[in-house]
């Protein structure tokens, strides 16, 4: 097709889509609150919806997504640029998001189902009145989510079992029951936008110390694009159970599978199970969460990605935020081959960091007081490194520690801790740029839930 040939045929399927019901709806949705500031899964919910709409369903997908939706040139590789990918998973979660919310009396739906990028469109009954009757909108709605009970049903009762008494409510008992129900339906609105509203201003107005800009700045608006990393913690059972590491190249490759063991049941289905499950710990999510939270994070420049997803191309060329242990994140060991301080494992479930080259007064290595969380009083260490990448075009900041506790301890000592301002101020250069730094931080802790910490060690490039 010749470009005069292609410019005719999206002309032509432009205006057949014009007055379609489907097109109405896709751009309700791109010009919705929930998609206001995401302004490039704006571009690709229009795009595949305006292709399936002129029925070029087989021209639908991540190489011709990737050159027309987000630029990247004709030799766009999918194999190794993700992007086409990871927007469509958020496309995913946005799309539910604006049919639970401000769409919900939409009477068309769409949905791009996982395994593809071709929209689907359907169409839902509005809820009927309160007469009795189901509501076709909320069995369809709820149908497909796990844990669902099964439908209910209206049964007669067995015979020689009297009828329950009936009691006759006056209008003024159904008036303060309604009135009840408007009343907590608007206090919870009323919440719900506050709280959304606080946080917006927060994230506008919020004052950073001139050091602490300058930190989150070098991982956020610098240009690059940003990747927090989160661990996957099935890769942790698997070699919990096997008692081996996977090496980053393998885990790239998928080359790692629980070994064959016919008489064990479990091994079997582990085998099948836990190279496609995504897991992830509260801890890491909870750290996700606060980061996106500060000002300079811009969902046009930054994501979270589970870390079997993130690719060694993105990783090259993105500033990354790894969240955990090489255990569990194998992108940790872009760093920690060059780390003087390097979480190690006895091999039998006990975890400590070691200091590859102690300087006076300090210790070669690091245990916790207690070889688990949960104890009563017991310390854990958390891990900080920041440094360029090794392909010197961004930076990366781990966050690691022992125990989720000291993940958590990690993340909450660089959002907020005046020690770590303090320590930031004391080695950042004359031109205001911060150097690349380790630090080990010890943490103290009850039942596994962080309280105080100090710098143990440290190091600084």
């Not at 390097?342 to 200091?355: E, K, P, W």
Request: proline share 5%.
């Amino acid at each position: 097709m010749t470009v005069l040939q292609e410019l005719e045929a999206q002309r032509r399927s432009e205006n057949a889509s014009a007055e379609d019901e489907r097109w109405m709806l896709a751009k309700r949705v791109a010009r919705s609150a929930t998609f206001t500031r995401s302004e490039r899964l704006s571009k690709l919910l229009l795009y595949v919806c305006r292709m399936h709409i002129a029925g070029r369903d087989e021209e639908i997908n991540e190489q011709r997504i990737g050159i027309d939706v987000f630029r990247r040139s004709p030799s766009f590789d999918s194999g190794s640029d993700s992007i086409v990918r990871s927007h469509a998973t958020r496309l995913r979660h946005r799309l539910e998001l604006y049919f639970t919310t401000e769409g919900r009396g939409e009477k068309l739906r769409v949905e791009v189902p996982r395994g593809g990028y071709t929209p689907h469109f359907f169409p839902v009954e509005p809820n009927v009145p309160l007469d009795g009757t189901a509501s076709p909108q909320f069995a369809e709605d709820r149908q497909d989510e796990p844990g669902n009970l099964p439908e209910l049903a209206f049964v007669e009762a067995p015979a020689g079992v009297p009828p329950l008494p009936s009691r006759s409510i006056g209008k003024w008992a159904l008036a303060f029951l309604a009135g009840m129900i408007v009343a907590l339906t608007l206090l919870g609105l009323t919440l719900h936008f506050s709280r959304l509203a606080v946080l917006q201003a927060w994230k506008k107005s919020s004052k950073q110390s001139g050091v602490e800009k300058a930190f989150w700045n070098s991982l956020f608006a610098d240009g690059n694009r940003t990747l927090v990393v989160t661990g996957d913690s099935g890769l942790v059972l698997y070699e919990s159970i096997e008692r081996q590491e996977v090496t980053l190249p393998d885990y790239i490759a998928g080359n790692y599978q629980v070994s064959a063991n016919s008489s064990d049941p479990m091994h079997s289905m582990l085998q099948k199970d836990l190279p496609t499950r995504r897991y992830t710990s509260v801890a890491d999510l909870d750290l996700a969460v606060r980061l996106s939270r500060l000002p300079q994070w811009d969902d046009q420049r930054a994501e979270v990605v589970f870390a079997r997803d993130l690719r060694a191309a993105d990783a090259s060329k993105s500033n990354l935020v790894l969240i955990g242990s090489r255990e569990a994140n194998p992108w940790v060991s872009l760093v920690d081959e060059s780390m003087n301080f390097i979480l190690a494992s006895d091999g039998v479930g006990h975890f400590y960091f070691v200091n590859r080259h102690p300087l006076k007064g300090e210790q070669s290595i690091y245990l916790p007081s207690q070889h688990h969380s949960g104890t009563a009083d017991s310390s854990v260490y958390a891990l900080i490194c920041y440094r360029p990448n090794n392909s010197g075009m961004g930076k990366i900041l781990l966050l690691s520690g022992l125990w989720q506790s000291g993940t958590e301890a990690a993340g909450k000592y660089v959002l907020g801790d005046r020690q770590f301002l303090d320590f930031l101020s004391g080695i950042t250069k004359g031109d205001g740029s911060i150097p690349g730094f380790e630090l080990l931080v010890q943490v103290r802790s009850v039942a596994g839930n962080s309280f105080t910490s100090s710098i143990i060690a440290s190091r600084v490039q």
